[in-house]
């Protein structure tokens, strides 16, 4: 299994190239050169895994037993898998009205994020361990990722993490799952903007091949193949214990199964659109809040960011900016590098792109797409917890608005992806009308010491970050070859 640039301009590199790395130096992202088929009989294999078994399973397609022989992997996914608060790591809601909820939400930080988080920090650990390397960890974060990637890595002998933040337009519990890990390879940085103004610095950070080789400088983000992978389990996991499979003959057509997906940087839709390209038959619904972008795409064809990013009831897709969207472009149009290099190219420019028409035709038979406002997360909500006295956070709810408004196709089963806890949005709950218990976890965030360092907004704010970041990310290497603490040479919040 080798990997390539979707922009064409990188081929053959194997999974440990690409996981210690963030974007392909091209600019582009990695994806699998081909993809594996899952058949039939594989599937039917696969029906009695558990989730931990499942994901071991799929990561085994993408990762060579000469870089993890297979002992190994299972030990890795195992020990990351290990701490979620449900015997299953994942767990199904089956609620009235064939409502059907994938939780996926109960790992350490309340988010889906912790399931492909815990193990790909458990494979970079593996590799730097193995090679006697450090690494620095370069990670934006629109709320939920930056506090998994940390919980993940903290402690880490060989990985320092760099986590920034959009101040003011997340949760105070996302905020505090970062701001409260001292840890001295946890470095957690406050930015006044938005999380795709944060994204402009870091890719320009990633395409500076001098500071990414001297400082071993890797992503967490989803730009990382590794996080995709493990997210493909989702997918699968569902098609195995909700489309009815057991009830098909061998032999016979296998059944389809709507999965719908709250949607922003469209890592899970992207992880989506793979599964299907490997022979499960998903019909896809991706949902997003007011940052309509990939409901405008499938839609039209209209690829193009809205001025400014809108503040929601569910910020971790408050995204204007879709990375992902990339892959799922390569993957539609036939793998043609040049042509997705062009557009993003563009599209990185001026903030816009219509999609050839051929992609967009392409897109919309493999996509359907909507958009809710902040009414319909209340709506949807209240309807859940009135109709099932069921909690759904309102990025969940995003995408049960649309089972509520369009009804399962006839003989094609359906389910929801749960991407958060609501306990992690409590402003929203009660905007809802609604309460809930907070877990023992949240409520001790509380009384907690905290620490950050501020990135301010000025003039030229994108350039200012640059700078500054990359003088952190040279001070923290520099800190560690002298066997110091960062944090005790500089002034924190």
Known sequence: MQYCSTRGGVQGWDFQDVLLSGYAPDGGMFMPETLPTLTPDTLRSWSSLSYPQLVTEVCS??????????????????????????????????????????ELFHGETLAFKDLAMTCTVRFLDYFLRKESRRAIVLVGTSGDTGGSAIQSARGLGGVDVVVVYPRGRITLVQE??????????????????S?????????????????????????????????????????????LHVSGLEQVETGAPLPALEMVVPTGGAGNIAAGCIVKQMGIPLCLVAMTNANDIVHRTVQSGDFSMATNVTQTMAPAIDIQDPYNMERVFWLLSGRDGALVKGMMEEFQHSHRHTLPEALHKQLSQVLT?????????????????????????????????????????????????????????????????????????????????????????????????????????????????????????????
């Not at 505090?176 to 903007?193: P, R, S, W, Y």
């Not at 003039?459 to 200012?464: E, F, M, N, T």
Request: glycine share 6%; proline share 4%.
């Open 195 to 239: 999380s795709d103004d944060i994204d402009v610095p870091i890719r320009r950070l990633f395409s500076d091949q001098e500071l990414v080789k001297q400082h071993s400088l890797m992503s967490l983000n989803s730009v990382n193949w590794s996080r995709v992978m493990v997210q493909l389990a989702h997918f699968i996991y569902a098609y």
């Open 369 to 493: 797409a909507g958009a809710v406002r902040d009414e319909g997360i209340v709506e949807t909500m209240q309807r859940c917890w009135k109709e099932n006295q069921y909690l759904l956070c309102p990025h969940t709810a995003v995408a049960v608005w649309h089972h509520y408004h369009y009804p399962p196709t006839a003989g094609v089963n359906r389910c929801c992806i749960a991407t958060a806890s609501p306990a992690k949005f409590q402003a929203a709950v009660q905007k809802a009308g609604l309460t809930l218990d907070l877990p023992e976890a949240v409520r001790a965030l509380d009384k907690m010491s905290t620490r950050y360092l501020a990135l301010e907004r000025g003039q030229d704010w994108g350039k200012d970050w640059e700078s500054m970041l990359k003088q952190h990310i040279q001070a923290i290497g520099s800190a560690r070859q002298r066997g110091v603490a960062y944090y005790s040479t500089v002034e924190c919040n």
């Open 61 to 102: 397609l993408f990762i060579p037993t000469e870089l993890i022989p297979r002992a190994d992997l299972d030990g890795l996914v195992s020990a990351a898998l290990s701490g979620f608060a449900v015997p299953g790591v994942v767990s199904l809601a089956r609620l009235k009205g064939g409502l059907c909820v994938l």
């Open 176 to 193: 505090k799952q970062m701001i409260t890990c001292l840890e001295d390879n946890i470095h957690v940085f406050a930015a006044d903007g």
